[in-house]
């Protein structure tokens, strides 16, 4: 298999990490060493030619190759078994309605988040339990990552150049998680919108930090949801009025609870959808009231369907909290959900 | 141990556009303003035309807003563009 990239020799680890950091190919953390033995080592796992052609980045016509996606990937930590996934996120951010350019370049400092769904979960080790939305396994760390590590020497997202995030927040370094479908009795997510339940499928979403919200002292699902919803309308008045797909992570103390009551995720989506909405002049509450005008009595939902809401099961086993992860602004990028490709019949590259 | 190791960018620049010809001047000249509609490129274009129009001589300014400030501007918008001899696109932020 041959390779098309540029490649540079180094004495040791010192110099190839001192390589990468000064020539602002990293997110400033130390990179495994792209060698070629590891870079063909993924793409023979996903038996993909180094040339093949991923997709064309569609704002600045940039072709994305399997051969560049896997250098990053092996960077940030991947093994073989990982690439596909990185391969299959990148697939989808670079449909149309995810509006790459515009969520990677935006002010509005967003990070893509990449929920794993399906039999990979368990074949990767990705743990959809303790510390989901953190450091907490290998394969969710390393996957987000080699997201992040792509844009940045794939699309020039660095900060100051194409990236202009104002604040950015850390999911930025990686912000993957895995949904706990063994321990849920809703539909996973990826099954939820459109995909067959036993494929496996990588959701990505142009999304904000999460904001955890806590009820320890209910059993109902109306109160429980409420608190989800009293965040969401936080996030209207404090951040943004656009609506567009919002998710909510809920860990298995609430869910039980709501699972118990016989609601499932569409009951979920409805009850928020009704509850998650602001008045436009509730900013003068919160010091905005130069831009509420005459139009106070506009009443503005967080989604504007039930549909755009992400509902994942995941988190620890204990602690009756949740987050809800807000979008990076709105409609602007919408949330794509793929299958990972499965090849019948497939031959190994040459 | 050496290590032999890989650019991971995309090493060759994508496509590129060309510059157009720059104008000698102003005067008598169709200018576009593009503007990304967020709320700081009122003031900027409105002045903008006022200063193209009497300090400059431009015939005529035309002004179009994107309809999303976070994607490439909309069809119609550019397909006017080749009726304009000079484009300013504007940020609002």
Not at chain 1, 90 to 109: I, N, R, V, Y
Not at chain 1, 218 to 240: C, G, V
Not at chain 1, 313 to 335: E, Q, R, Y
Request: proline share 7%; hydrophobic share 40%; charged share 20%.
């Amino acid at each position: 298999m041959q390779l098309a990239s540029k490649t540079y020799d180094a004495n040791d680890i010192s110099a190839v990490q001192e390589l990468y950091h000064s020539s602002g190919w990293t997110d400033g953390l130390p990179i495994v060493p792209p060698t070629a033995d590891a870079v063909q080592a993924c793409l023979e796992w996903a038996m993909m030619p180094p040339d093949q052609l991923i997709g064309i980045e569609p704002v600045r016509g940039l072709a994305i190759t399997a051969e560049k996606l896997a250098i990053n990937a092996v960077m940030a930590g991947c093994l073989p078994m990982h690439f596909p996934v990185v391969v299959t996120a990148w697939m989808a951010m670079m449909q149309d309605e995810f509006l790459m350019h515009g969520a990677t370049a935006s002010t509005g400092g967003c990070a893509v988040l990449v929920v794993l769904n399906g039999p990979i979960r368990l074949e990767l080790g990705a743990n959809g339990t303790f510390n989901a939305l953190g450091n907490s396994d290998r394969a969710t760390a390393v996957i987000g990552r080699a997201v992040r590590l792509c844009l940045i020497n794939l699309m020039d997202v660095r900060p100051g150049v194409i990236d202009r995030s104002t604040l950015g927040h850390p999911g930025k370094y990686s912000y993957c998680l895995a949904e706990d479908e063994e321990d849920s009795s809703w539909l996973p997510l990826h099954e939820q919108r459109g995909v067959e339940r036993a494929a496996s499928a990588v959701t990505v979403m142009a999304a904000g930090a999460p904001r955890q919200i806590m009820n320890e002292w209910t059993t109902k699902p109306e109160e429980i949801l409420e608190t989800f919803a009293a965040e969401m309308r936080a996030n209207l008045r404090h951040y943004s009025i656009h609506p567009g797909n919002y998710a909510l992570i809920i860990p298995k103390q609430l869910r039980e609870h709501l699972q118990a009551a016989g609601w499932t995720k569409t009951d979920i989506a409805t009850f928020i959808h009704e509850r998650a909405r602001i008045h436009r002049r509730e900013w003068a509450e919160v010091g905005k009231g130069a831009v509420v005008r005459d139009r106070g009595d506009s009443v503005y939902p967080a989604m504007e369907s039930p549909d755009q809401l992400l509902v994942i099961a995941a988190g620890g086993p204990a602690g009756g909290f949740g987050a809800v992860i807000p979008p990076w602004l709105g409609n602007k990028s919408h949330a794509v959900t793929l299958p990972l490709g499965v090849c019948i019949d497939c031959e190994p590259p040459k | 141990m050496t290590f032999r190791v890989l650019d991971p960018t995309t090493e060759k620049a994508p496509p590129a556009g060309r510059l157009a010809p720059r104008l000698d001047t102003l005067e008598g000249k169709t200018i576009g303003f593009i503007s990304n509609g967020k709320e700081g490129t009122k003031g900027f274009f409105k002045h903008l035309d006022q200063m193209l129009r009497e300090e400059y001589g431009v015939a005529k300014v035309v002004s179009r807003t994107k309809s999303n400030y976070s994607a490439p501007a909309d069809k119609h918008i550019v397909d006017e563009i080749k009726g304009w001899d000079a484009v300013v696109s504007g940020l609002g932020d």
